[in-house]
């Protein structure tokens, strides 16, 4: 009887947390239909055309005022002459200015000619966003209007030069771009960039401060497009490194490069850096050195090509003069992103990683047949103002190779003791890659300014 009575007890206690469990995901799915009916008016696909009406390409946006603003990605509306938003309710308005925009955050704030009419709208958060917190994408994925996703927040990174970027596990892709990301009370904590960190299948957000920080600029849409392919050098900008050499820099986006390959022998504090000529001391090194491109005494080409460093040497962080500063992956990934979605691919586009050619400069490098790559046609070369040169490697066991072929870069960032993050770029190839490689290695270096 007492065992009956013991299993009678257990039973109605599971069935209990049973039905708890029952009631609490029933409340969350009540929770999320109702976030659902709350945003969904206030969502919209973009849809943007050429000087001659013919489509271009789509993506998502959302209201964020009554009188009918609306945000979305910069890199969906960069190319267009004529856009239009169609709501969930079918109804479409042009638009008619740029109130706003910011390349490098990929934003930008339209204004819809609603006429007297008043639209839903989404207010943006304003609290702090916390990992774990549920989440909810409302967009138009390749077109298929006012598709709902969710999932949580993963991360919230900070990228150097940029600030917080939100990670979530929530799909974003093409078309998803412009997406509201709102939290479980209907608020905007993000806007969803397909393009961010492009190839790493990771679902990135642009947070809703970069809107709240968006500056009003109010002109027609063809008014704000881009002018020009050559991205200029900035010559009123140089930096000087502690031997004296002055280097040129060129913007691109938020962004100021040395526009040379650095070629110090001093640090930052008027102290030598070692140079290493001997093949196997270069092999041994676990601490800072550097050299030239086969030992070459030539001073024309030392100014050409600067010098190779270990990463023992960038780790020092006495390579850059005061303001500025070897960069990390992440800022290598911020100038990546922005010469996609601004149209530096070679063919035009604004998704993959097809910069190489624009990044590379018109001379030094070997030629090559193959569409879209640095060797073919290097006329074409060299739209960003990058001027890359190939000024080859130094392996980690000594030997040097592949001048004329191929640019290594290093970053400051470190994956383990052993390896750091580079950046390469070769003749044949279209991309601009990356690469973990031993912190022997012998890679030229550039600077950013701070």
């Known amino acids: ?219 027609s849409v063809a008014a704000s497009k881009p002018k020009g392919a050559e991205k200029q050098s900035d010559t009123s900008i140089t930096v000087k490194d502690a031997d004296g050499n002055v280097y040129t820099t060129v913007n691109i986006g938020k962004q100021i490069w040395t526009v040379e390959n650095l070629r110090t022998t001093k640090y930052n504090d008027g102290s030598a850096i070692p140079l290493v000529t001997d093949g196997t001391a270069w092999k041994a090194l676990i601490t800072p050195g550097y050299c030239y491109y086969n030992n070459t005494t030539n001073a024309e080409s030392i100014k050409r090509y600067g010098a190779l460093y270990n990463w023992y040497a960038v780790d020092t962080k006495k390579l850059a003069p005061k303001g500025w500063h070897v960069p990390t992956d992440a800022e290598w990934i911020i100038l990546e992103n922005y010469l996609i979605t601004n149209g530096y691919n070679w063919d035009g586009t604004t998704t993959d990683n097809k910069i190489a050619k624009s990044m590379a400069a018109k001379t030094d490098w070997k030629t090559d047949t193959g569409r879209g790559t640095i060797g073919n046609d290097l006329s074409k070369n060299n739209r960003s103002g990058f001027s890359a040169l190939p000024g080859g490697y130094r392996v980690d066991f000594g030997p040097f190779g592949n001048i004329g072929d191929l640019g290594l870069w290093w970053s400051a960032s470190e994956i383990d003791a052993s390896s750091a993050f580079s950046r390469n770029l070769v003749y044949d190839n279209v991309r601009l890659l990356s690469y973990d490689l031993t912190k022997s290695c012998g890679f030229s270096v550039r600077l950013l300014r701070d």
């Open 1 to 219: 009887m007492k065992n009956i009575a013991t299993k009678t007890l257990i039973f109605i206690f599971l069935l209990s947390a049973y039905l708890t469990s029952a009631e609490r995901i029933l409340a969350q799915e009540n929770q999320l239909k109702d976030v659902i009916k709350l945003v969904m008016p206030a969502t919209v696909l973009v849809m943007t055309y050429d000087a001659k009406g013919k489509p271009l390409a789509q993506g998502s946006g959302f209201f964020v005022s009554e009188k009918g603003e609306v945000i979305t990605n910069y890199h969906v509306f960069k190319d267009a002459e004529s856009i239009a938003v169609k709501c969930p309710d079918n109804s479409v308005y042009k638009i008619t200015l740029v109130i706003a925009e910011d390349m490098t955050s990929d934003l930008v704030k339209l204004q819809a000619d609603i006429g007297n009419k008043k639209v839903p709208y989404l207010l943006l958060n304003k609290t702090k966003i916390e990992v774990g917190e549920k989440i909810v994408v409302i967009g138009s994925p390749k077109g298929l209007e006012s598709t709902v996703s969710d999932g949580i927040v993963s991360a919230v990174r900070d990228v150097p030069g940029f600030g917080n970027i939100i990670q979530i596990t929530a799909p974003i892709s093409p078309g998803s771009s412009g997406s509201a990301v709102v939290n479980m009370k209907g608020e905007v904590i993000g806007v969803a960039s397909a393009q961010m960190l492009e190839g790493q299948n990771l679902n990135f957000v642009v947070p809703a401060e970069k809107i709240a920080a968006l500056k009003v600029k109010k002109q």
